[in-house]
C-alpha cells in the first residue's frame, strides 16, 4: 500500500526583499539590481507518511515546518522535489485563513468548506453539525471580524473535520480556545486516527504528541535532523532546544538527581535534563511513607519553581511513567483553579498536585515534569525526577473508602 503523503528531496526557497526604489533616482541607480536576499526554507527534504499515523512536525520557529504543511496541502510548490498525496486532503493551517472578515459565520462556513472541497449540497448538509460542534451560538450570525482567536478555531476545526478528509493537517491551531475545548477537539482527532484518517499537524507542546503521535520529524536549519518514534525524538529535541536557548545560561545533565524528601529513594538513573539554574527547584512526594505509596491512598506531589527569569502564562506537565517510559496519565496544572501561573524573577512557587485515591496497579512508577508556557517557550523539564512504588493494601482492608450514608425506608426499625 502506498504511502498517504511522500516528501521527495523537496526544497523551497523564499525571496526576503531587503528594500524598495521609492525615488526616481532610486530606480534608475539600481535598475535590473535585485534588492533581496534569498532564505532557504527547506533544503532537500523527505520523508514519508503512512496511512492511517499521525505525525508530529517539530522543530524552533522557522525551522520550515509550516512551510511543510502549506506545501504537502498544495498552498504553496516546491521548487524542488515532489510531494505525492493519497487521498482527501483538509487542511487548517492558520487562524482566519479562508475566511472573509465581513462575512457572518454562516456565510463563512460555505466560503471555507467550499475551498476544501465540498459542494453547496454537501455544506447544507453538514451546516448545522458544524454549528453544533462550534459552540460559538448566535455568534454564528454575525459578521467574523467581532470573533475572538478562540471563537476563529472553533469555527475553523468545525469546518475542517466536517469534510471527512483521508488527510487532515493542523498548523499550532489547538494552541487556542478554552480547555473544554481543546479536550474535545482532542477526542474527535482520537476518533479520527480510529477511523483510519492520517493526520499530519505542527505542535509545540511534547506532552500531547507523545499522546497522540506514531511518528515524529524534526526539522532543524531547513532539513531533517531526525525522525522517529515521540519516545525516541522529544529527549534529544528538548535537549537541543535548552542548549540553544540564552536564557538561564548553560546546559548541563545531572545523572543521579535526587532533589526531594529525605526519605525518598531512587534507582540511580534518573536524568534531570535543563538549565543548571533552571526554574524546577525540588520534586516532592508528601506522603508518610515516602517513596512506598498505598494503593488507593491520598497521595501529593510539590513541585518548587523559583525561576531566574519570568515565567509568563506557564504550565506544569506531570507524566507518571513505567520504568520503560511509557505515559500511563499525564495531567497540567492548567487545569488549577488558577489556570496558567506567572511567576516573577526570584520569587519561589509550589505547585501541588492531591489524589485522592491512587488507584494504579502495584508496580514500580517514575514521575517526568515538564514546565512550559502556553505559548510553547521551555523552561525546564525533569526525566525520571522522582521513583514510587505502589504496594498492597494492608490485608483486610478494603481497596476504597467511600463517603456514604445509610437511609432505612418503611418498615419498623429502632
Same mark, same amino acid.
Given at each position: 500500500? +502506498?504511502?498517504?503523503?511522500?516528501?521527495?528531496? @523537496?526544497?523551497?526557497?523564499?525571496?526576503?526583499?531587503?528594500?524598495?526604489?521609492?525615488?526616481?533616482?532610486?530606480?534608475?541607480?539600481?535598475?535590473?539590481?535585485?534588492?533581496?536576499?534569498?532564505?532557504?526554507?527547506?533544503?532537500?527534504?523527505?520523508?514519508?507518511?503512512?496511512?492511517?499515523?499521525?505525525?508530529?512536525?517539530?522543530?524552533?520557529?522557522?525551522?520550515?515546518?509550516?512551510?511543510?504543511?502549506?506545501?504537502?496541502?498544495? !498552498?504553496?510548490?516546491?521548487?524542488?522535489?515532489? %510531494?505525492?498525496?493519497?487521498?482527501?486532503?483538509?487542511?487548517?493551517? =492558520? &487562524?482566519?485563513?479562508?475566511?472573509?472578515?465581513?462575512? /457572518?459565520?454562516?456565510?463563512?462556513?460555505?466560503?471555507?468548506?467550499?475551498? &476544501?472541497?465540498?459542494?453547496?449540497?454537501?455544506?447544507?448538509?453538514?451546516?448545522?453539525?458544524?454549528? =453544533?460542534?462550534?459552540?460559538?451560538?448566535?455568534?454564528?450570525?454575525?459578521? %467574523?471580524?467581532?470573533?475572538?482567536?478562540?471563537? *476563529?478555531?472553533?469555527?475553523?476545526?468545525?469546518?475542517? !473535520?466536517?469534510?471527512?478528509?483521508? %488527510?487532515?493537517?493542523?498548523?499550532?491551531?489547538?494552541?487556542? $480556545?478554552?480547555?473544554?475545548?481543546?479536550?474535545?477537539?482532542?477526542?474527535?482527532?482520537?476518533?479520527?486516527?480510529?477511523?483510519?484518517?492520517?493526520?499530519?499537524?505542527?505542535?509545540?507542546?511534547?506532552?500531547?504528541? +507523545?499522546?497522540?503521535?506514531?511518528?515524529?520529524?524534526?526539522?532543524?536549519?531547513?532539513?531533517?535532523?531526525?525522525?522517529?518514534?515521540?519516545? =525516541?525524538?522529544?529527549?534529544? *529535541?528538548? +535537549?537541543?532546544?535548552?542548549?540553544?536557548?540564552?536564557?538561564? $545560561?548553560?546546559?548541563?545533565?545531572?545523572?543521579?538527581?535526587?532533589?526531594?524528601?529525605?526519605?525518598?529513594?531512587?534507582?540511580?538513573?534518573?536524568?534531570?535534563?535543563? *538549565?543548571?539554574?533552571?526554574?524546577?527547584?525540588?520534586?516532592?512526594?508528601?506522603?508518610?511513607?515516602?517513596?512506598? @505509596?498505598?494503593?488507593?491512598?491520598?497521595?501529593?506531589?510539590? %513541585?518548587?519553581?523559583?525561576?531566574?527569569?519570568?515565567?509568563?502564562?506557564?504550565?506544569?506537565?506531570?507524566?507518571?511513567?513505567?520504568?520503560?517510559?511509557?505515559?500511563?496519565?499525564?495531567?497540567?496544572?492548567?487545569?488549577?483553579?488558577?489556570?496558567?501561573?506567572?511567576?516573577?524573577? $526570584?520569587?519561589?512557587?509550589?505547585?501541588?498536585? /492531591?489524589?485522592?485515591?491512587?488507584?494504579?496497579?502495584?508496580?514500580?512508577?517514575?514521575?517526568?515534569?515538564?514546565? =512550559?508556557?502556553?505559548?510553547?517557550?521551555?523552561?525546564?523539564?525533569?526525566?525520571?525526577?522522582?521513583?514510587?512504588?505502589?504496594?498492597?493494601?494492608?490485608?483486610?482492608?478494603?481497596?476504597? +473508602?467511600?463517603?456514604?450514608?445509610?437511609?432505612?425506608?418503611?418498615?419498623?426499625?429502632?
Amino acid at each position: 500500500m +502506498e504511502p498517504a503523503i511522500t516528501v521527495d528531496h @523537496v526544497t523551497k526557497t523564499y525571496r526576503v526583499h531587503t528594500g524598495k526604489n521609492t525615488t526616481l533616482k532610486d530606480r534608475v541607480i539600481n535598475a535590473g539590481r535585485a534588492r533581496y536576499q534569498e532564505f532557504v526554507a527547506l533544503s532537500d527534504v523527505s520523508f514519508t507518511v503512512e496511512r492511517g499515523t499521525t505525525v508530529a512536525l517539530i522543530g524552533s520557529n522557522g525551522s520550515g515546518k509550516s512551510t511543510a504543511l502549506k506545501l504537502i496541502s498544495r !498552498i504553496l510548490y516546491p521548487d524542488k522535489g515532489e %510531494i505525492h498525496l493519497n487521498g482527501r486532503v483538509s487542511s487548517l493551517l =492558520e &487562524l482566519g485563513a479562508g475566511f472573509h472578515p465581513d462575512f /457572518t459565520g454562516v456565510e463563512n462556513i460555505f466560503l471555507n468548506a467550499s475551498l &476544501l472541497g465540498l459542494s453547496r449540497k454537501e455544506i447544507r448538509n453538514k451546516l448545522q453539525s458544524i454549528i =453544533e460542534f462550534s459552540e460559538i451560538g448566535d455568534f454564528i450570525h454575525e459578521p %467574523i471580524r467581532s470573533y475572538s482567536s478562540g471563537m *476563529y478555531m472553533r469555527l475553523a476545526f468545525s469546518i475542517a !473535520i466536517a469534510v471527512e478528509p483521508d %488527510i487532515l493537517l493542523l498548523d499550532e491551531v489547538l494552541a487556542v $480556545g478554552d480547555a473544554a475545548f481543546q479536550a474535545k477537539c482532542f477526542s474527535k482527532i482520537q476518533e479520527m486516527q480510529k477511523q483510519g484518517v492520517t493526520i499530519v499537524l505542527v505542535s509545540h507542546d511534547s506532552s500531547m504528541i +507523545e499522546k497522540l503521535c506514531d511518528h515524529v520529524v524534526w526539522l532543524h536549519n531547513s532539513v531533517v535532523k531526525m525522525q522517529g518514534p515521540p519516545r =525516541e525524538c522529544i529527549p534529544v *529535541y528538548l +535537549e537541543t532546544i535548552f542548549e540553544s536557548s540564552q536564557a538561564g $545560561g548553560s546546559v548541563m545533565k545531572f545523572d543521579r538527581v535526587h532533589q526531594g524528601r529525605s526519605d525518598v529513594s531512587t534507582s540511580g538513573s534518573d536524568v534531570k535534563i535543563g *538549565y543548571r539554574k533552571g526554574p524546577i527547584k525540588r520534586a516532592n512526594i508528601v506522603g508518610d511513607r515516602g517513596s512506598e @505509596v498505598m494503593q488507593g491512598s491520598r497521595v501529593s506531589f510539590d %513541585i518548587v519553581l523559583c525561576p531566574e527569569r519570568p515565567i509568563v502564562q506557564g504550565l506544569c506537565q506531570l507524566q507518571f511513567c513505567l520504568s520503560d517510559g511509557t505515559v500511563l496519565w499525564a495531567t497540567s496544572s492548567k487545569q488549577a483553579e488558577t489556570g496558567l501561573i506567572d511567576i516573577p524573577s $526570584g520569587e519561589q512557587m509550589t505547585l501541588r498536585l /492531591t489524589i485522592d485515591a491512587l488507584l494504579l496497579p502495584i508496580n514500580s512508577y517514575r514521575v517526568n515534569l515538564l514546565l =512550559e508556557s502556553a505559548l510553547g517557550e521551555f523552561y525546564d523539564r525533569w526525566d525520571a525526577c522522582l521513583d514510587f512504588e505502589v504496594v498492597p493494601r494492608q490485608e483486610g482492608q478494603a481497596l476504597l +473508602e467511600l463517603n456514604h450514608v445509610w437511609t432505612v425506608l418503611g418498615g419498623e426499625h429502632k
